[in-house]
């Protein structure tokens, strides 16, 4: 079935630095790539997102890049701050139907 | 604007019981989903209704799990009976007609003991 790898599952970082987070997908039909930030006891909040027709998007601090051919894309945040710190999740989506990846706990140390 | 809610936000119950929790969709928003997110996983999605029709239940446990969105506008996910294994939070989102983009609520931690 379709599924989603994402990789670290864990990323300490030092406060400034940037942080990276990679996602793999499998279904060729997605072509919309959400990602997600969630804070201890919140739903999932969304930061950004890229439709398959754009290879990348900026918004501040945070950027994803898409690469079709590979069914790669990734996450970059810089100049991490600590109230960064959460889980955040990739999805793929095709018509509609999320298909998250399993989370990376994002550690800004101070 | 107000957000995607949810009750109630917290449930204990013992396996074998029945729970029943309720979602209210941010207002316009034509698509509504139920997940379930166990710990330490991403969100799963049980059910996707579009107005008070079914989209997608594919990954709905049936025997025990059902939704509800009768005047496709809230919603209600129960369990009937629930296991040990269907503790997990139970997350709602909604979108608008057409749009991809998914708003979720604060979630429902469920434990069953």
């Known amino acids: 079935g379709e599924n989603v790898e994402q990789h670290p599952s864990t990323l300490s970082v030092q406060e400034g630095d940037s942080a990276v987070i990679k996602c793999t997908y499998s279904d060729s039909a997605s072509n919309y790539f959400p990602w997600y930030k969630q804070e201890l006891g919140k739903g999932p909040q969304l930061i950004i997102d890229?439709?398959?027709?754009?290879g990348e998007k900026k918004d501040q601090r945070i950027a994803v890049t898409l690469n079709k051919t590979a069914k790669h894309f990734s996450l970059h945040i810089t100049e991490t701050q600590p109230e960064d710190s959460a889980v955040y999740f990739c999805?793929?989506?095709?018509?509609?139907?999320?298909?998250f990846g399993t989370g990376t706990r994002l550690k800004v140390l101070a | 604007e107000a957000g995607v809610a949810q009750s109630p936000r917290y449930k204990i119950i013992e396996k074998r019981q029945s729970v029943a929790f309720w979602c209210n969709p941010i207002s316009g928003h034509a698509t509504l989903y139920w997940y379930q997110q166990i710990l330490g996983q991403g969100p799963k999605l049980l059910i996707q209704f579009q107005n008070n029709g079914v989209v997608d239940d594919s990954q709905l446990p049936k025997d025990r799990f059902s939704a509800e969105r009768l005047k496709g506008v809230d919603s209600t996910l129960k369990i009937q009976p629930a296991k040990l294994e269907d503790s997990a939070v139970y997350l709602c989102?909604?979108?608008?007609?057409?749009?991809?983009?998914?708003?979720f609520g604060p979630g429902t931690r469920l434990t069953v003991l």
């Open positions: 989102a909604s979108s608008s007609l057409g749009v991809e983009e998914q708003f």
């Open positions: 890229i439709r398959s027709n754009v």
């Open positions: 999805a793929a989506a095709g018509t509609y139907k999320y298909i």
